[in-house]
C-alpha cells in the first residue's frame, strides 16, 4: 500500500508540476549567422538577445539552446570548437546578465563524415531527442513549450513533440519568408523581428 501510494506521489506530483520551457536555435537566432563556425572570436551576440534570455530568466522559464552542429560531422571543424563556442556564448550572456538553463548540440549528420559523428541519430533536428532530453531534466511539458529559430528545419520538430514554433526573422529567417514560404511543413505560430519579440510574445501571452 505504501509503495503504491509513493508511486502515485511521484506521477502525480510530476504531472502536476511541469512546466513549459522555451528551446532555442544559436546560429541566426541568438549569435549571428556566420556561416560555420571555425573560430570562437567570429561568435557575436544578435542585439536584444541577451536582453530576450535575462526576460525568460525573470519569469523563471527554462532558456535551452538546441543546435545542429554538423560542421564536425563534416570535418569543418572539431567538436572542441563548439564547445569552446557555447562556453563564450555563456560567457558573454553572463557579462549581460543573462544565463541558459542549458545547451545541448548535434554534431552528427547521418551521410557524412565517419563515425562516432556519421550517424543516424535521434538528436539531429528535426528528430526530438536534444528536446526530450531537456524536457526530462527540467520536468517540462513540449506541448506547453515553444521553439524558437530562424530557419524552417529549426521548426520541424513541432511537428514530433507539440512543441510551438516561432520564427524569427534574423539570421537566414527573413530568406525563409520570402523565398521559402511554399516549402514550410510547418506553420509557425508567430514571425517575430528577433529573439527579443519572439520572447516577449510568448510572455504577452503566458502571462
Known amino acids: 500500500m505504501a509503495d503504491t501510494a509513493e508511486k502515485f ?10 512546466r513549459f520551457g522555451v528551446f532555442l536555435d544559436r546560429d541566426g537566432t541568438i549569435t549571428e549567422e556566420a556561416g560555420y563556425l571555425t573560430d570562437s572570436k567570429r561568435l557575436k551576440l544578435i542585439p536584444g538577445s541577451a536582453e530576450a534570455i535575462a526576460l525568460l530568466n525573470r519569469f523563471k522559464i527554462p532558456a535551452v539552446v538546441a543546435t545542429n ?15 569552446e563556442c557555447n562556453k563564450k556564448l555563456k560567457d558573454m550572456l ?10 545541448y548540440y548535434c554534431p552528427h549528420h547521418p ?18 531527442g536534444m528536446l526530450l532530453r ?12 515553444y521553439v524558437i529559430g530562424d530557419k524552417a528545419t529549426d521548426l520541424e520538430v513541432a511537428a514530433v513533440v507539440s512543441v510551438r514554433p516561432i520564427l524569427v526573422k534574423t539570421g537566414y529567417g527573413l530568406g525563409e ?16 523581428e528577433n529573439l527579443f519579440e519572439a520572447v516577449s510574445f510568448i510572455i504577452d501571452k503566458e502571462f
Open 9 to 18: 506521489r511521484e506521477r502525480g506530483v510530476g504531472r502536476l508540476n511541469k
Open 111 to 128: 551521410d557524412v563524415g565517419i563515425p562516432p559523428y556519421r550517424k543516424n541519430c535521434d538528436c539531429r533536428k528535426p528528430k526530438p
Open 94 to 103: 553572463g557579462r549581460l546578465g543573462a544565463k541558459l538553463d542549458a545547451i
Open 134 to 145: 531537456a524536457a526530462k531534466k527540467f520536468n517540462l511539458d513540449l506541448s506547453k513549450s
Open 177 to 192: 519568408i520570402l523565398y521559402g514560404r511554399a516549402k514550410w511543413k510547418i506553420k509557425p505560430i508567430a514571425v517575430c
Open 69 to 83: 552542429q554538423a560542421g564536425v560531422a563534416r570535418g569543418y571543424f572539431e567538436e572542441f570548437m563548439v564547445k
